[in-house]
């Protein structure tokens, strides 16, 4: 027999000093990604990606007055797109990718626990995304100009792509479980993700409707970028958007769980798993999801009762606002009927007078996407809230009032419009972002990068052939 | 359950027991009740055309997969407990993948680690291995660089970091030229006699099983057709062939004729005709008798009748006396 260390259930004591085997194969996965290349180079095509939409993005803000605040919430969901979409594609490589390359084999055949595996494996294609927030944050950071938009934007960027994006990385995982090859993998995987991707590009008409407002709630990716919306964005409050959060949540603990409970004692050389009873949880699995998805979907949150009492009389939550050119001022209008009888239809138009130019009238046309609403009729004591948006685009002082007009009753008749209260908006000069400012950003980051991947490869290079002297 | 491969030496306690798996695919049956044991320090040849349950028996003896029926035991432990069972093998698959990015020493640190040895003595234990398959001077490079016999050679290597009871070679020496070849069979048979280690040999080389193995098991269609020490095969394979025994003889291309007309008007020959397939080799047919020695003695004559016509002889075998020729006859019409 030679002298090498007798492993069995007699030495226990060698297993204590032992590492964990997750803690293992994470580090091996992490070389393997990391000193192999591949999540370096992701990593650097995000950065160089992340880079020009910043550069577009500031550059853009000169001329069509984008707000630090949009710019912050554009960059977060560039970075959250893309980081999951790096995620994933690591994840549908790591098992199917193992077996093409016949290295699964070689785990397979050691002691350590499938789960062990798994959890090593899905810590290493989650780290991306660490590294992909580090580098979003300095952006961040520049599009903000000192806004709260960046600690709003730190804040829940983070906590969402922590949900979001390893539940991607899971999915991903899952995907390549059931594949003997990276191409089935990794064209399932695309598929997923687009799959995941469609809600947030639907056009805005198609949001509006009521499958809209579901497809918001109940789509992970939609829910997420909506309460990152209306938080960095709209100043809304957590409270009233609590529900979009369910479904990124719900998506991380089914993926996640999923993969890390389910799934390990099925990891096996070939694909397949074992037949009925991988079909059977894989039927489970999605109904719980699809239940979940439609629990989200119908549950109303507090927010969708915006409707308030008052009929005939119009008020506005907001009296004076400052902003910068460029700001976009949010408020709400209350229409009430407070006659005894319903209401006739109702149309609230929006004005703008110019305070500076001896009441020159502001074509609300170029500052507002919507000049008037149209409220149908109302019973009595009935109120209806109106949300209503004004860009801040010349500097200046500014009366914003609201003019509620019944409907005539036939065209021999007319209608006595009720103004609101006016709004004194003071519209200060935008602080304006630089342009070149965000470049030394947008070379450095990428440069840094390159310059990690030339010392990897410097490394790599350099042990290709080492020979130990005798 | 039967023990086999006893060829004179005293028997010990096998480290690796099969008794009757069986496995089906669908309706197919691969492996139809493989049973054998293996010594410490002997090495099994595990032989079969393809498709005869090969893959399918070291895939269930190596724990990948669960047998229909039947069991086995690795250094005592049952099937039963496949992770302890994983402890006590080692395995060098025949598609054995690597990775490229890391140097042999990390890779095998790495498989130390888990099969629960801590670094540094997981490093020691690599470093004496990788010395052992004559890769200590490249253990820094990265395996990437390797030539293929270099990472057989570490497959190797990684099936021993757990200093297992049993090893699983699958056709280890595919792919390698004859030095190669040869240095790895060495290498195999220094690890069953140094570390008292049974080794289980996949290999289509049928002429590396006979130098290599003790032991033999043949199988064909999922059934086991013959098993025992590779002597005793070879002789109860020759004890059974119904045809009759000859020789086969070599001599220079340019003396073939010559050769088949003296052989030919032999008593004792029964057919004499060149081999087309192998230039020089002539195939001699003996009539069959009764006695189990007249064989070698006729083979004997004809040699002496070619020498007496100052034919050269080359080279001379008895039919059926090789391992490759039990083979061919066990499986006779079996694809492979």
Not at chain 1, 74 to 95: K, N, P, T, V, Y
Request: aromatic content about 6%; overall charge neutral; hydrophobic content about 45%.
């Amino acid at each position: 027999m030679s002298d090498a260390p007798a492993i069995n259930e007699g030495k226990q004591g060698s297993y204590r000093k032992a590492r964990p085997a997750w803690w293992l194969v994470f580090s091996r996965e992490m070389t393997d990604l990391w000193m192999g290349g591949k999540a370096l180079n992701l990593v650097l095509v995000f950065s160089v990606l992340l880079g020009g939409v910043a550069f577009l993005l500031a550059t853009n803000s000169e001329l069509s007055l984008i707000p630090p605040k949009e710019m912050v919430f554009e960059m977060l969901r560039l970075s959250l797109a893309a980081a999951g979409f790096i995620c994933l594609i690591i994840g549908a490589d790591s098992l199917s990718g193992e077996r093409e390359r016949s290295t699964l084999e070689g785990l397979l055949l050691t002691p350590v626990g499938r789960r062990q595996i798994v959890v090593g494996k899905f810590l290493a294609a989650v780290s991306p995304w660490p590294a992909a927030l580090v580098l979003s944050l300095p952006y961040w950071a520049l599009l903000s100009q000192g806004d709260e938009a960046f600690g709003l934007g730190a804040l829940w960027g983070s906590i969402l792509g922590s949900l979001l994006v390893p539940a991607l990385a899971a999915i991903g995982m899952l995907v390549s479980s059931r594949s003997n090859t990276n191409r089935t993998s990794m064209f399932v995987s695309l598929g997923i993700y687009l799959l995941i991707l469609v809600p947030t590009q639907l056009p805005g008409s198609a949001q509006a409707g009521s499958v809209g407002q579901l497809l918001k709630k109940v789509s992970p990716m939609e829910a997420t970028y909506h309460f990152l919306e209306k938080i960095i964005v709209n100043s809304r409050t957590v409270g009233e958007l609590t529900v979009f959060l369910i479904a990124p949540a719900m998506l991380a603990v089914l993926a996640i769980g999923t993969l890390l409970l389910y799934y390990p004692p099925r990891l096996g050389l070939e694909a397949g798993g074992s037949g009925k009873r991988s079909s059977r949880g894989a039927a489970v699995v999605a109904t719980l999801l699809a239940a979940s998805l439609l629990a989200v979907g119908q549950a109303d949150p507090a927010t969708a009762q915006e409707a308030q009492d008052a009929p005939f009389e119009i008020s506005i939550d907001m009296e004076v606002a400052t902003v910068k050119t460029g700001d976009p001022v949010l408020f709400d209008t209350s229409v009430t009927n407070n006659s005894d009888a319903d209401s006739p239809p109702l149309i609230v138009a929006m004005n703008i007078i110019n305070l500076d130019s001896e009441g020159d009238v502001v074509d609300p046309e170029d500052w507002s996407p919507e000049r008037t609403q149209y409220v149908t009729p109302m019973a009595s004591g009935q109120s209806v809230r109106l949300s209503w948006r004004v860009n801040a685009i010349l500097e200046g002082d500014y009366m914003v009032y609201m003019v509620l007009v019944p409907e005539p009753d036939g065209t021999n008749a007319t209608s006595h419009p009720v103004a609101s209260p006016g709004i004194h908006l003071t519209v200060d000069p935008f602080t304006r972002l630089n342009p070149g400012g965000v470049l030394p950003l947008v070379i450095a980051i990428p440069t840094l990068l390159m310059a990690a991947v030339g010392f990897v490869m410097w490394r790599q290079r350099r042990r290709i052939n080492q020979v130990d002297a005798d | 359950m039967r023990g086999f491969n006893l060829d004179g030496s005293t028997p010990r306690t096998p480290v690796l027991i099969a008794d009757d798996l069986r496995k089906s695919y669908g309706k197919r049956p691969a492996l139809r009740g493989l049973s054998f044991a293996l010594e410490p320090g002997r090495v099994l040849g595990f032989l079969g055309p393809n498709g005869a349950g090969k893959t399918t028996a070291i895939r269930i003896l190596t724990t990948i997969l669960e047998p229909d029926k039947g069991n086995f035991s690795v250094d005592g432990i049952g099937s039963d407990q496949p992770k302890l069972v994983r402890g006590r093998i080692g395995v060098l698959p025949e598609s054995l993948g690597l990775p490229k990015h890391v140097t042999a020493l990390e890779y095998l640190v790495f498989y130390g680690g888990l099969y629960g040895l801590p670094p540094n003595e997981s490093k020691a234990s690599a470093l004496r291995l990788l010395d052992d398959v004559g890769l200590r001077k490249r253990a820094r490079s990265l395996i990437g660089s390797y030539s293929r016999g270099m990472r057989q050679r570490l497959g190797i290597a990684r099936s021993l970091i757990n200093d297992p009871a049993v090893v699983f070679l699958d056709e280890p020496t595919l792919g390698l030229d004859p030095r190669g070849q040869q240095d790895l069979l060495a290498l195999v048979n220094r690890i069953a006699r140094d570390r008292n280690v049974g080794v289980v040999l996949c290999s289509h080389a049928l002429s590396e099983v006979e130098t290599v193995c003790d032991d033999v098991v043949i199988l064909s269609l999922g059934q086991v057709v013959a098993k025992g020490s590779v002597s005793d095969v070879i002789a109860q394979a020759r004890g059974n062939a119904k045809r009759g025994a000859g020789v086969r003889i070599q001599v220079p291309p340019e003396s073939t004729a010559d050769a088949l007309e003296r052989l030919d008007g032999l008593a004792f020959v029964k057919a004499v005709e060149a081999q087309s397939d192998r230039s020089g080799w002539l195939r001699v047919d003996l009539e069959e008798t009764q006695d189990p020695g007249a064989d070698l003695r006729n083979g004997n004559k004809a040699l002496s009748e070619l020498l007496a016509g100052s034919v050269p002889v080359m080279s001379f075998e008895t039919r059926g006396g090789r391992l490759g020729d039990v083979f061919l006859q066990l499986t006779e019409g079996v694809g492979g």
